[in-house]
Nanobody
């Protein structure tokens, strides 16, 4: 069973940077891809960025492209967020897709099997 734990959220100001981490505590040999999603108050969960567990191209939402970077080091997934705006305020979740399941764009929640509890990011103007 894969367990995901996010950290690194907080309260920052407009234009600041923040790096989120998602630690995979078990079962990472069962993962084919990982992603970050976010959910702002009163809105649905939206795709932010995704990457294969081993090799391959990263995939970003247009709204954060050129400001956010997804990366992995060993068993930790990161989301480097630069030039933060108030619109980036949300709960950020990491997700993992298991091997041998259908996985296409990585932009949809149903493509993922495991989720973390989330870490809150608040950007003040």
């Amino acid at each position: 069973q894969v367990r995901l734990v996010e950290s690194g959220g907080g309260l920052v100001q407009f234009g600041d940077s923040l790096r989120l981490s998602c630690t995979v505590s078990a079962g990472y040999s069962s993962i084919q891809a990982m992603a970050w999603f976010r959910q702002a108050p009163g809105k649905g969960r939206e795709f932010v960025a995704a990457m294969p567990w081993i090799g391959g191209d990263t995939n970003y939402a247009e709204s954060i492209k050129d400001r956010f970077t997804i990366a992995r080091d060993s068993s930790t997934l990161y989301l480097q967020m630069n030039s933060l705006k108030p619109d980036d305020t949300a709960m950020y979740y990491c997700a993992a897709a298991q091997l041998h399941r259908a996985y296409r764009s990585g932009r949809y929640e149903h493509e993922y099997d495991w989720w973390g509890q989330g870490t809150q990011v608040t950007v003040s103007s």
